[in-house]
């Protein structure tokens, strides 16, 4: 059986705590390689070959639910459980709150908390029973929870919640029902503190949950480009179907204004397509016969002819929600060192909790039973590790989404953290300092050949390579409408050019190396190579029958906002290096145009990786930008792996990052995005590691000697739920993440 991955929805995950349990189970299944939780979105992503009836039975042996999900069966189904799940934690709230509030009102105004008569003991009575009732009404699910953790030798959040509110009604019984068995200081009940938890930690999973939804809404947007249908042209009527019955080869319509249905070529029309979701660029792009159009984009002022090439799963659309969905789900390292503890943070606060009990059992003073109650619930309450375990995955979720949003694809959460990190980024020349397009710009020639001859010769000897500077050849030669002729014997060296046959004689097109190595005396050209190269050309040599015939120049302008990037890039303190195949002068010349700091020149395509390697071992941060297929060994040699202008191609899976952009800028962008998702996640750490490290000693009772108060356990089921809710509200933050220069560089005004 084939590895695959696959995505299960989860259900009865409670907090950090679940996560490590869930992968520890999947990882124990026969054939599973890897198992990712995520925690904000309740699902798991599990790669292996193992069937998914084995992995839902694994995850259910445990005590949890599961079952298969598509996203966009996930989203509607998530959408309507959470809608579902908002409305019964705000019903259990008003349900506890309603008899938390008035208590603790009473309580506040009054002072009378305590039995000291029949009287009290009936009137307490009755408040005990109602508090019962919230406690099996609204707090019913964390004591099931517990249950459930207990019986497979677990301990998570519910756990906490569990034991803090039920030991606190517990013992409020023990004082009404039986309360000559207590000294009087101690006949103090606490059916207000466990009403009022239940209460405040219902809300705070509420608000909780209305936040986290907010995380997914790039997704949501990326779902919602998809058009529902599509108008097919068949047995020469136009029909109008369902998006999910076109096939491969159908030919379409699509009018001005509306959605692309699927990928396809043009065979017919002009228009210009919106394709600012996919791209994160705002100027819309011209598009004519021949020219691609992908699923999602906005047809504006044209009506248009196509052919499907991609349907349902296969359009680039689909390919990007499944990456972002994938990404928002995999873990950075730093998120593993919070998995980590909070796999071990609940039976330590047990331990915490007892220990505290113990200490004011031997030294702290009367009435003793009443204060370990009062320390225990608190220490239990306040140090739920529900902010520790969100405090990564949903900034991870909101830094992926926005980088969708941007026209940046990333295949794993982990590249996020990496980029943040850079100090060196390596770029490809063609098509990625350059605009790619390249053109020819001059054509030298020897006696007795003439230019037309060489040109001829050249572009019919190019028909058969696919590197752009062929193209450009080629392209020149049908330009001036010559006709090409058949090519015998053609190969390609990789770092050299290109030989073969035409017409009869033996051809060799290429850089210096090529003529050398092959015994040929360029000297009669070498001048006039050099000031071609100086300009930023690139002059290649061309042998015909082994005697040098002249030389073909190609240009390939830098981008326009090549420069403006690259000085981003140093106000980021990263160092820019390019590798080029291109000769040192021409090389030279784009390097100092484009402000580059350094550059190595003749590279073949083989030897990129290891330039990127030499820079790891001296102790860089390297990032490699290329097209993601020429470069690919370089892409993955490179911590992090940029490919550029490559947003429908196979290229998406060839990188760490891919940018639907050809733009140097998507890559500033990129690290921007992930210094700020890494700022916001380790914010969000902090905040959590310091409100449990700070929260605990307090809930212990360690002010008591200085102030002769504890910490009230509603105030601490109260902070408790507030931590969540507020490491989600900061995870949002990064919604409004945007780069600098960005007015710049989409409305016109000019970047540096």
Known sequence: MSARETELRLSGLRCAGCVGKVEKALLAVAGVTEASVNLAERTVRVAGTASSEELVNAIENVGFGAELASFEKQQEQQEAEDRRRYRYLLRHTAIALCLGIPLMIWGMVTGEMGVNNTQEQIAWGVVGVLTGLILYVSGGHFFTGMWQSLKHRNANMDTLVALGTGAAWLFSMVVVLFPQWLPASARHVYFEASAMIIGLINLGHALELRARGKTSEAVKRLL?????????????????????????????????????????NIVDGNSFVDESMLTGEPVPVAKSVGDTITAGTLNKNGALLFVAEKVGSETALARIIALVKKAQSTKMPIARLADNISSIFVPAVILIALLAAAVWFFVGPEPKVAHILVVTTTVLIIACPCALGLATPMSVMVGVGKAAELGILIRKGDALQQASKLTTLVLDKTGTITEGRPTVTAIISLEPYTEAKLLMLAASLEQGSEHPLAEAIVESGKSKQIALKSVEGFQAIPGHGVSGTVDGHALLLGNEKLMTGNGLNIDRLASRAKQLAEQGQTPMFMAIDHHLAGIISVSDPIRSDSKAAIKRLHKLGIRVIMLTGDNRLTAQAIARQAGIDEFHAEVLPEDKAGQVKKLQQDGHKVAMAGDGINDAPALAQSDVGFAIGTGTDVAIESADVTLMSASLHGVVDAIELSKATLRNIKQNLFGAFIYNSLGIPIAAGILFPLTGMLLNPVIAGGAMALSSVTVVSNANRLRWFQPTNAHDRYFGHPAL
Do not use: C, N, S, Y
Not at 234 to 257: A, C, F, N, S
């Open 224 to 264: 919602g480009l998809q058009a529902k249908t599509a108008r097919v042209i068949r047995d020469g009527k136009e029909l109008d179907i369902p998006v999910q019955q076109v096939h491969k080869g159908d030919t379409l319509r699509v009018r001005p204004g509306e959605k692309i249905p699927v990928d396809g």
